[in-house]
């Protein structure tokens, strides 16, 4: 018979069965491979989005050209995906190489190494956000108390552009969030009765 995943053999000798647990881990595993992919290409094609965009006006038989570099939090942006992106990347070949070998994550300084690498970069993205949104509404709507013009209605293609990349920042910042709670559970669950009781089996 068993109780919690804990058998009983015929000379009264626990044997642990860690079948399930490796079920698990592979579909954890296989979720958190594919949404490193994704979040990996996105913050790619945000910094992209926002890098290559430009646009000239002429204001006064002045030629002014709009660039993301005329935007700090713009700058922050890409700076933040360009990071966020080569660490999925990484992440994502260690997932891999796992998944390949069959092995499951036992080692704790490991896991907390990757749950504190996915948290910060949930913050960082969430920020980058943040910041990009605050500084769009005040491109698109100005602010009149201030005397800030409408800088959208003179570079229209410019802010389009951006708002793509923007929006493409914010399905990063989403993933992240959410591989940080599967990093969370890969590493609390070595924390538990079952992990314990087969660790002292190995």
């Known amino acids: 018979m068993s109780y919690l995943g804990v058998g009983v053999s015929p000379g009264n000798v ?3 069965h860690n079948s399930n647990l490796k079920v698990i881990d592979r579909r954890v595993r296989i979720a958190e491979l594919v949404l490193r992919c994704v979040i990996c290409a996105l913050g790619v ?6 890098v290559t ?3 000239v006006q002429e204001i006064f038989t002045i030629r002014k050209k709009a660039k993301y570099t005329d935007m700090k939090a ?10 966020v992106a080569a660490y999925s990347l ?6 891999g190489v796992s998944m390949v070998r069959g092995s499951v994550l036992f080692s704790k300084p ?5 749950f504190s ?31 800030w013009m409408k800088v959208c209605n003179m570079y229209g293609k410019f802010c389009n552009q951006i708002g793509e990349g923007i929006a493409s920042t914010l399905f990063v910042s989403l993933g992240t969030v959410v591989l940080s709670g599967i990093s969370a559970f890969n590493l609390f669950r070595l924390y538990g009765g079952n992990k314990s009781k087969i660790s002292a089996k190995w």
């Open 14 to 16: 626990p044997v642990y």
């Open 45 to 50: 094609v945000a910094a992209v989005l926002v």
């Open 53 to 55: 965009d430009t646009q």
């Open 74 to 83: 713009l700058v922050f942006v890409v700076i933040v995906n360009g990071i």
């Open 90 to 95: 990484v992440q994502a070949l260690r997932c």
């Open 110 to 114: 490991l896991a907390w190494l990757i």
């Open 117 to 147: 690498g996915d948290q910060v970069m949930a913050y960082v993205t969430v920020a980058a956000v943040g910041a990009a949104a605050q500084s769009s509404v005040f491109s698109k709507l100005g602010q009149p108390e201030l005397q």
